[in-house]
């Protein structure tokens, strides 16, 4: 297999890394996650995209001699000599339930829903957790003015981790706050698309029944053709190709 | 301080003294016959002994990769005898898998009466939906139109798409936008509420929404959220993947049998029927190939599906890309978008050579950086060994301007600038990867399968794509198909007469595979890849 493959290493070069702390020697090059895997862990908890998007991996560590507390995604942390690590892959956190199509996009809304948000000490404790670099203290500052479009604004990259609640001396569930401010910015306060109220309109009349009814029937020769015929809409950034 | 060990800076002081004659260079384009030739010779699909056709059940002689053939042949996890007596749980519909399929299939499923119990391997969305940035195609502006977006979409397929599958995503895009804005997803817009779209792959119209560079988790996590919040109807159980469907006597659906991945123990949840959105199978890793996939993505659902006698198709082609990331090993695999050669970065050998065109078709560029190294020899080799070539990304500045790439390609940077490079001094190391399975189960435009009471939605289904997917058309799929199959799954379930369950499917299945003496030594789905040491 190309990927995923343990490093070739001399046992010299091995460094001892401390797993819920249990010491194991493992390659100075490997992320936290593949350290545990070398170790001999098949992960099940604590693992998800492995590519920084999905927040399964929340990991607390310290360094032998530091007494400086640090956090990190498995996946995309480099393991140093005598680290100290814990995984925290499920944490209780405070989520209410609510019905998006029955509410207003108010600082009321926010506070009736998470009357937490007030609580906030703005320690910025939250913000040092983050992984994505999300000043979390900033859009809590947001919220407690209820400014709901600056919170979503400053959540989006939140990849809803969990480690600001882990660090909240105010009990907060910050991500989880952060979402309710995203959806009710993407619902109500978004300005709306006209072109695409037209195109739904459009689709509901009929108006496009018959065009691909009649490129459904034709024979792949045709089809091809009409392919090769199609008028492309100049751009002026480059193309994209993905996902 | 450069992030590359000694040995590849040396190849990278070669890129660099290139670099000022290559921006005057173009690399020509390859012929019809010297695509052919390098297809033909180095794409892993067209490697005839990496692929072989599967030997038992209702598509015998499909041709698909032998490691997905090896567990698609594989045994079950239980017995015929297992008990289904007293189901751990009873529902009208039972969703497998947590991704962006599963959860808008569970909310349709939900809105139009039913019950809901959703299953989901690890967390609910840990999920490829949750890492696509690219965005999502929908044919709404004034210039274009459902029609023009089905052209596009059957002439990336290589015309083998399902009309009538096309069909139904190109109708449904547009709602599906309004419907991801009502439950408060943030695209891209102008201040005016005009929807930002841009060019995709194989787009004659620029149709690609997007949120960010986050578009599938800005996706995610709103369906997500969504589910959680009709807690009353729907029940979502995490680290329990299905690893056997249930029939009933009747041939008809009856629900599946999970498995809790921390106790082991499996236990049956009946429902009256099944939606599959189990999604791909990188996490396969197809003659080694790294992957852009999540740690679950196992091919669960076509093993499963086909077991009870689903037909598959399309599995013979699996969409690499030519620019996954080679180096540093933290993101092996992780994808390097396709911008990066449209601001006109050129992939280069080791001596600093430009080798291939830069925007060949996505197969054919692929196949070429394989080339380059395999045969050549002329590829990087890292310190664990894994080969690639040079994106000699910093020639976007000089064409470009200065700061071009930071406003670009923000979430690259960031990708690559946690481990010390910074491309806009230095290339990136780069090496196709496993992307996308275009193939799985045969779909039916209103989500269901040969199966009564099985339905399909996402990536695990087969006949959408055609042989070769088109950006955007992903997260689009997942969405379409996810509300069809959710639909069709609780109007179903209200009127199906359950028969007994039973798991005699399993029973004809062994003997199948005895009577046709194929053994491939597995259990499967295999749930989750081993990367655990072997001492």
Same mark, same amino acid.
């Given at each position: 297999?190309? +990927?995923?493959?343990?490093?070739? &290493?001399?046992?010299?070069?091995?460094? *001892?890394?401390?797993?819920?702390?249990?010491?194991?020697? &493992?390659? *100075?090059?490997?992320?936290?996650?593949?350290?545990?895997?070398?170790? %001999?862990?098949?992960?099940?908890?604590?693992?998800?995209?492995?590519?920084?998007?999905?927040?399964?991996?929340?990991?607390?560590?310290?360094?032998?001699?530091?007494?400086?507390?640090?956090?990190?995604?498995?996946?995309? +942390? &480099?393991?140093? *000599?005598?680290?100290?690590?814990?995984?925290?892959?499920?944490? !209780?956190?405070?989520?209410?339930?609510?019905?998006?199509?029955?509410?207003?996009? +108010?600082?009321?809304?926010?506070?009736?829903?998470?009357?937490?948000?007030?609580?906030?000490?703005?320690?910025?404790?939250?913000?040092?957790?983050?992984?994505?670099?999300?000043?979390?203290?900033?859009?809590?500052?947001?919220?407690?003015?209820?400014?709901?479009?600056?919170?979503?604004?400053?959540?989006?990259?939140?990849?809803?981790?969990?480690?600001?609640?882990?660090?909240? !001396?105010?009990?907060?569930?910050?991500?989880?706050?952060?979402?309710?401010?995203?959806?009710?910015?993407?619902?109500?306060?978004? *300005?709306?698309?006209?072109?695409?109220?037209?195109?739904?309109?459009?689709?509901?009349?009929?108006?496009?029944?018959?065009?691909?009814?009649?490129?459904?029937?034709?024979?792949?020769?045709?089809? &091809?053709?009409?392919?090769?015929?199609?008028?492309?809409?100049?751009?002026? %950034?480059?193309?994209?190709?993905?996902? | 301080?450069?992030?590359?060990?000694?040995?590849?800076?040396?190849?990278?002081?070669?890129?660099?003294?290139?670099?000022?004659?290559?921006?005057?260079?173009?690399?020509?384009?390859?012929?019809?016959?010297?695509?052919?030739?390098?297809?033909?010779?180095?794409?892993?699909?067209?490697?005839?002994?990496?692929?072989?056709?599967?030997?038992?059940?209702?598509?015998?002689?499909?041709?698909?990769?032998?490691?997905?053939?090896?567990?698609?042949?594989?045994?079950?996890?239980?017995?015929?005898?297992?008990?289904?007596?007293?189901?751990?749980?009873?529902?009208?519909?039972?969703?497998?898998?947590?991704?962006?399929?599963?959860?808008?299939?569970?909310?349709?499923?939900?809105?139009?009466?039913?019950?809901?119990?959703?299953?989901?391997?690890?967390?609910?969305?840990?999920?490829?939906?949750?890492?696509?940035?690219?965005?999502?195609?929908?044919?709404?502006?004034?210039?274009?139109?459902?029609?023009?977006?089905?052209?596009?979409?059957?002439?990336?397929?290589?015309?083998?798409?399902?009309?009538?599958?096309?069909?139904?995503?190109?109708?449904?895009?547009?709602?599906?936008?309004?419907?991801?804005?009502?439950?408060?997803?943030?695209?891209?817009?102008?201040?005016?509420?005009?929807?930002?779209?841009?060019?995709?792959?194989?787009?004659?119209?620029? /149709?690609?929404?997007?949120?960010?560079?986050?578009?599938?988790?800005?996706?995610?996590?709103?369906?997500?959220?969504?589910?959680?919040?009709?807690?009353?109807?729907?029940?979502?159980?995490?680290?329990?993947?299905?690893?056997?469907?249930?029939?009933?006597?009747?041939?008809?659906?009856?629900?599946?049998?999970?498995?809790?991945?921390?106790?082991?123990?499996?236990?049956?949840?009946?429902?009256?029927?099944?939606?599959?959105?189990?999604?791909?199978?990188?996490?396969?890793?197809?003659?080694?190939?790294?992957?852009?996939?999540?740690?679950?993505?196992?091919?669960?659902?076509?093993?499963?599906?086909?077991?009870?006698?689903?037909?598959?198709?399309?599995?013979?082609?699996?969409?690499?890309?030519?620019?996954?990331?080679?180096?540093?090993?933290?993101?092996?695999?992780?994808?390097?978008?396709?911008?990066?050669?449209?601001?006109?970065?050129?992939?280069?050998?080791?001596?600093?050579?430009?080798?291939?065109?830069?925007?060949?078709?996505?197969?054919?560029?692929?196949?070429?950086?394989?080339?380059?190294?395999?045969?050549?020899?002329?590829?990087?080799?890292?310190?664990?060994?894994?080969?690639?070539?040079?994106?000699?990304?910093?020639?976007?500045?000089?064409?470009?301007?200065?700061?071009?790439?930071?406003?670009?390609?923000?979430?690259?940077?960031?990708?690559?600038?946690?481990?010390?490079?910074?491309?806009?001094?230095?290339?990136?190391?780069?090496?196709?990867?496993?992307?996308?399975?275009?193939?799985?189960?045969?779909? /039916?435009?209103?989500?269901?399968?040969?199966?009564?009471?099985?339905?399909?939605?996402?990536?695990?289904?087969?006949?959408?794509?055609?042989?070769?997917?088109?950006?955007?058309?992903?997260?689009?799929?997942?969405?379409?198909?996810?509300?069809?199959?959710?639909?069709?799954?609780?109007?179903?379930?209200?009127?199906?007469?359950?028969?007994?369950?039973?798991?005699?499917?399993?029973?004809?299945?062994?003997?199948?595979?005895?009577?046709?003496?194929?053994?491939?030594?597995?259990?499967?789905?295999?749930?989750?890849?081993?990367?655990? /040491?072997?001492?």
């Amino acid at each position: 297999m190309e +990927t995923e493959k343990q490093s070739e &290493v001399t046992e010299a070069d091995l460094i *001892p890394v401390y797993i819920m702390g249990k010491r194991y020697m &493992v390659p *100075p090059t490997l992320t936290i996650m593949k350290a545990m895997e070398y170790a %001999g862990y098949k992960l099940v908890r604590g693992c998800g995209c492995r590519g920084g998007f999905c927040g399964a991996c929340a990991t607390a560590y310290r360094i032998l001699g530091d007494p400086k507390l640090y956090f990190g995604l498995a996946c995309q +942390t &480099v393991v140093q *000599p005598n680290m100290y690590l814990a995984q925290i892959p499920f944490f !209780p956190a405070q989520r209410a339930t609510y019905d998006i199509t029955k509410l207003e996009p +108010t600082a009321t809304t926010l506070f009736s829903i998470y009357p937490e948000v007030l609580r906030c000490l703005g320690c910025g404790a939250c913000t040092k957790a983050c992984p994505q670099e999300i000043d979390v203290r900033a859009y809590m500052a947001a919220g407690m003015k209820g400014d709901i479009a600056t919170m979503a604004d400053l959540s989006f990259d939140c990849i809803m981790c969990g480690l600001c609640a882990v660090r909240c !001396p105010a009990e907060e569930a910050q991500y989880n706050i952060a979402i309710l401010a995203r959806r009710l910015y993407g619902r109500y306060l978004a *300005p709306r698309s006209k072109h695409l109220e037209e195109r739904l309109e459009e689709i509901e009349a009929g108006e496009f029944d018959v065009a691909l009814a009649e490129l459904k029937r034709l024979s792949r020769e045709e089809l &091809v053709a009409r392919y090769r015929a199609r008028d492309i809409e100049p751009t002026e %950034g480059p193309r994209e190709e993905e996902d | 301080m450069s992030g590359y060990p000694p040995e590849m800076q040396e190849s990278i002081r070669l890129v660099e003294a290139t670099r000022l004659r290559r921006l005057k260079e173009t690399f020509p384009t390859m012929s019809l016959e010297e695509r052919e030739q390098v297809l033909n010779a180095f794409h892993p699909d067209y490697i005839k002994e990496k692929m072989r056709a599967i030997r038992v059940g209702v598509s015998k002689g499909q041709r698909m990769p032998v490691e997905l053939a090896d567990i698609v042949e594989g045994r079950p996890h239980i017995g015929p005898d297992f008990d289904l007596s007293e189901p751990f749980a009873e529902t009208d519909v039972l969703v497998i898998g947590g991704g962006g399929a599963g959860a808008s299939a569970a909310l349709l499923a939900q809105e139009n009466g039913a019950k809901v119990i959703l299953v989901t391997k690890l967390r609910f969305g840990d999920a490829n939906t949750m890492m696509a940035q690219g965005g999502i195609q929908a044919a709404d502006r004034p210039n274009d139109s459902p029609a023009i977006h089905y052209l596009d979409v059957m002439g990336g397929g290589h015309f083998t798409n399902v009309p009538e599958l096309v069909e139904a995503l190109v109708m449904d895009a547009p709602f599906v936008i309004k419907w991801l804005e009502d439950l408060g997803m943030m695209f891209d817009k102008e201040p005016d509420g005009t929807m930002v779209e841009r060019h995709g792959g194989g787009t004659s119209r620029m /149709r690609m929404h997007s949120a960010r560079d986050y578009s599938g988790a800005e996706i995610m996590r709103t369906l997500r959220d969504e589910v959680r919040n009709r807690e009353e109807d729907i029940t979502v159980i995490e680290f329990s993947p299905a690893v056997e469907l249930v029939l009933d006597d009747k041939g008809q659906i009856a629900g599946a049998v999970v498995m809790n991945l921390e106790t082991g123990v499996y236990s049956y949840i009946k429902a009256k029927a099944v939606i599959l959105a189990t999604g791909g199978g990188g996490r396969l890793h197809y003659q080694g190939f790294p992957t852009t996939n999540h740690y679950g993505a196992t091919a669960d659902g076509v093993v499963m599906a086909y077991r009870v006698g689903a037909p598959l198709g399309y599995l013979e082609s699996m969409q690499y890309h030519p620019t996954g990331a080679a180096f540093p090993e933290q993101i092996v695999g992780l994808l390097v978008t396709e911008k990066v050669r449209g601001l006109g970065a050129q992939p280069v050998n080791k001596y600093g050579e430009q080798f291939v065109y830069p925007l060949e078709p996505r197969d054919v560029e692929a196949a070429a950086f394989i080339r380059e190294c395999k045969e050549r020899g002329n590829g990087i080799i890292t310190p664990t060994g894994q080969p690639g070539v040079w994106l000699d990304s910093p020639m976007i500045e000089i064409i470009q301007g200065p700061g071009t790439i930071k406003k670009n390609l923000p979430a690259m940077v960031r990708q690559f600038g946690r481990f010390g490079i910074d491309i806009t001094q230095e290339p990136m190391l780069v090496y196709p990867t496993l992307h996308y399975q275009n193939g799985g189960v045969r779909l /039916r435009a209103d989500g269901s399968t040969e199966i009564p009471g099985l339905f399909i939605a996402g990536e695990v289904s087969g006949g959408v794509h055609g042989h070769n997917r088109l950006m955007g058309n992903s997260l689009l799929e997942i969405t379409v198909f996810g509300r069809r199959s959710g639909r069709s799954a609780a109007a179903y379930a209200q009127q199906v007469k359950p028969g007994k369950p039973t798991l005699a499917h399993i029973e004809a299945w062994n003997r199948e595979l005895e009577e046709a003496g194929v053994d491939t030594g597995v259990i499967s789905p295999i749930l989750l890849p081993d990367y655990t /040491r072997r001492v």
